[in-house]
């Protein structure tokens, strides 16, 4: 069977190193073919002024760029209204066949999987690969502890035996930042350095993003 493909998906206003960091130890861990990452399309309710698809979109395709093995998959801003993830696995699985595919997602994500469109089924279509995250402990409630006694492994050769159905916990350091940190800090007047990539903080400088004053 072909390596597993990674898909790590997220607002990523901006994308920034505890995204990047996830998704190369997840190919590093489980000997990815690739990790696509997957802008968000944002309900119009909930976007800011800083969240502009254009812009989250150029800053992934800048991360991409600049790290081996990263690809960007636009499938969720092409479309005019917000997809469930759900939505998003059943198309890739129909393109990918028995290829095995491992969403992944950061602690925060997994805790409030439940809440999720049609959740109990995301595990027939791709393997969920979790990455720790300061603050958030692997304490589930029962039904996804159930979820977890059920589904989980740290076995990776299984990730690549089967084309879907295990959560995966991934052995990564924990990093302190958040989109919301850095948005906050640019918008202050501090500098975003080594948070994200340069060609990132580049960016969201010439373009003015998080001032207050950019669509
Ligand atoms: P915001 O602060 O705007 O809520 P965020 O930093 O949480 O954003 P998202 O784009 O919402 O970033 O996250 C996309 C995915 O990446 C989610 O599954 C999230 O759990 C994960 N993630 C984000 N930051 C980290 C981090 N520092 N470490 C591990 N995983 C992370």
Redesign the pocket.
């Known amino acids: 069977m072909t390596a597993p493909i990674g898909l790590?998906?997220?607002?990523?206003?901006p994308i920034?190193v505890?995204?990047l960091r996830?998704a190369i130890q997840a190919q590093e861990q489980l000997g990815l073919s690739e990790v696509r990452l997957l802008p968000n399309h944002i309900p119009p309710h909930r976007a800011t002024p800083d969240s502009a698809p254009k812009h989250r979109l150029a800053m992934a395709r800048l991360a991409a760029a600049a790290t081996p093995g990263l690809t960007v998959d636009e499938r969720e801003l092409n479309r005019t209204t917000p997809s469930y993830t759900i939505d998003t696995l059943i198309e890739l699985r129909a393109e990918l066949g028995q290829q095995p595919l491992c969403f992944i997602?950061?602690?925060?994500?997994l805790c409030s999987l439940n809440k999720w469109h049609r959740w109990q089924e995301l595990l027939e279509h791709a393997h969920l690969v979790v990455?720790?995250?300061p603050g958030w402990k692997p304490t589930f409630d029962d039904t996804l502890e159930q979820l977890y006694q059920n589904h989980g492994t740290q076995d990776r050769e299984r990730l690549h035996r089967t084309p879907a159905g295990h959560i995966f916990l991934l052995d990564n350091p924990?990093?302190?930042?958040?989109?919301?940190?850095i948005r906050e800090g640019v918008r202050r007047g501090n500098n975003p350095q080594y948070l994200l990539p340069d060609a990132v903080a580049n960016y969201i400088r010439q373009q003015g993003l998080y001032t207050g004053s950019v669509v």
């Not at 790590?8 to 206003?13: E, K, V």
């Not at 924990?174 to 940190?181: D, H, I, R």
């Open positions: 790590l998906g997220g607002t990523f206003d920034h505890g995204h996830t997602m950061g602690m925060d994500s990455s720790h995250r924990e990093l302190e930042v958040s989109s919301t940190q």
